[in-house]
């Protein structure tokens, strides 16, 4: 069963504060990702990648930075946050073959800027 | 860019009610189209997948079959349960992107009562 671990779980942060948000995969799977969810938007991707190094931009970049530093980890930076990014962010892996498309999630990261 | 439209936000049953949960797509060239399940607190779950014109996706008593005339991919089970209760993700995959960026749609709640 493929694993994603994300931390920390639940973060309180202040406007302005600067948060990162963490995600390792034990499943040697190359893609990774970054999405938030909000009611009515549902998943919205925010930055992928598909090896260490490498960073695709996704569909709601603004206010975000990404890196993925191995294979393993892949991490989410917000330097300014702001309330409007109060959200729940998924980091994903998925690996190439037959399940193409097949993303495997975390729990999940509750964010909450004040 | 591509996207994807669940028409219904909530939808509530009862137990051996049908389901149907339309889902609509716009993308340019061949997508890939995906349905996800999300039982709370938890990530999202692969359903089931389909890459082609008329190729039916099934997993867990769950259908859909692709629709490339109406670009559509709905989700449908015959007799629902009160365990299937969760909120279900209609998802394309890119084929401008050799299919590694997957784009969500809103979700639609399910709630199934006994």
């Known amino acids: 069963e493929a694993a994603v671990t994300q931390s920390p779980r639940n973060k309180v942060t202040v406007t302005g504060g600067n948060v990162t948000l963490s995600c390792r995969q034990t499943?040697?799977?190359?893609?990774m990702y970054w999405y938030r969810q909000d009611t009515g938007h549902g998943l919205r991707l925010i930055h992928y990648s598909y090896g260490a190094g490498n960073l695709q931009i996704g569909d709601v970049p603004d206010g975000y930075k990404a890196t993925r530093t191995t294979q393993e980890d892949f991490f989410l930076l917000l330097e300014l946050a702001s309330p409007s990014q109060t959200s729940l962010y998924f980091c994903?892996?998925?690996?190439?073959?037959?399940?193409?498309?097949?993303?495997?999630f975390g729990e999940g990261s509750k964010l909450t800027v004040l | 860019g591509d996207s994807v439209t669940q028409t219904e936000g909530q939808v509530a049953l009862s137990e051996e009610d049908f389901l149907t949960i339309h889902c609509n797509y716009s993308a340019s060239g061949y997508p890939a189209l995906f349905w996800y399940v999300q039982y709370p607190g938890e990530g999202p779950q692969f359903l089931f997948r389909?890459?082609?014109?008329?190729e039916k996706g099934s997993s867990r008593g769950f259908e859909a079959t692709y629709n490339k005339e109406t670009t559509s991919f709905h989700l449908q089970k015959a007799s629902v349960q009160e365990s299937d209760s969760a909120v279900y993700y209609c998802?394309?995959?890119?084929?401008?992107?050799?299919?590694?960026?997957?784009?969500f749609g809103q979700g639609t709640s399910l709630s199934v009562v006994p």
């Open positions: 998802a394309l995959g890119e084929a401008s992107s050799s299919f590694s960026k997957l784009v």
């Open positions: 389909a890459s082609r014109d008329k």
């Open positions: 994903a892996s998925r690996g190439l073959g037959a399940n193409t498309g097949q993303l495997y």
């Open positions: 499943n040697s799977h190359n893609y």
